[in-house]
């Protein structure tokens, strides 16, 4: 079955405020990942933290990481229009060489 | 300057004919991949190449047969195209094993099998 499944599976916000998705998974894993894909493009990678690691900051994104609780979370600060894409998060396995791909999360920032 | 490209970005295409996907990357990784998206949006892994050799084979039916004739390039071949083909194909690449480290996309290439 799928590693990573997201919360929730859309999402719509006004311009400004807050996006927050959650990604939860099953097995040990290496580190977690998440991705962006706008609308018929390939998925772009944001930030990766490693099983080591709780929290990690890169510009206006910020990811949690809780172990325990195999869940992750995913928050855009002071969102953009141009935010608007689907996010997924990705599992890299403590065994193995690929990483497994959640169902993604659908983002609508309304300006 | 694209860092992976792949063609060609859309194909149309009857049941039963073979097609082909290119995938090139100039990053210089040792590690190419195969995605597949369906319409739900559902990335799922099909195969990966490491410096020419497969290592990774997943469920996939044997219609579909990968080809990396160096560590910059892995092509995808389809024999008998099925309806249930019909997706987006993306290719990846990373450097190393690919487990700690980050994927580079291609933009995809959306078959649509008729």
């Known amino acids: 079955s799928q590693q990573g499944e997201e919360d929730p599976q859309a999402l719509s916000i006004q311009e400004g405020e807050n996006a927050t998705m959650n990604c939860s998974y099953k097995t040990s894993i290496n580190n977690l990942q998440w991705y962006r894909q706008n609308s018929g493009r390939g998925l772009v990678h944001l930030i990766l933290?490693?099983?080591?690691?709780r929290e990690k900051h890169s510009g206006r994104l910020r990811v949690t990481l809780d172990t325990s609780k195999k869940s992750s979370s995913l928050l855009i600060t002071a969102s953009r229009a141009a935010d608007t894409a689907s996010y997924f998060c990705a599992t890299g396995a403590r065994y193995g060489n690929k990483l497994v791909f959640g169902a993604g999360t659908i983002l609508r920032v309304k300006s | 300057d694209t860092a992976v490209s792949q063609t060609p970005k859309y194909l149309v295409t009857q049941m039963g004919n073979d097609k082909s996907i290119k995938c090139e990357q100039n990053?210089?990784?040792?590690?190419m991949y195969w995605y597949k998206q369906d319409s739900k949006k559902f990335l799922k892994i099909m195969f990966s190449y490491n410096n020419k050799e497969l290592i990774i084979n997943e469920t996939v039916p044997n219609r579909f047969s990968p080809k990396s004739p160096d560590k910059a390039h892995l092509n995808l071949h389809i024999n008998s195209l099925e309806l249930g083909d019909s997706a987006v194909y993306f290719c990846?690449?990373?450097?190393?094993?690919?487990?700690?480290?980050?994927?580079?996309f291609g933009s995809g290439t959306q078959l649509s099998v008729l």
């Open positions: 990846a690449s990373t450097d190393r094993d690919g487990t700690n480290e980050k994927l580079f």
């Open positions: 990053l210089g990784h040792d590690t």
């Open positions: 933290i490693r099983s080591n690691e």
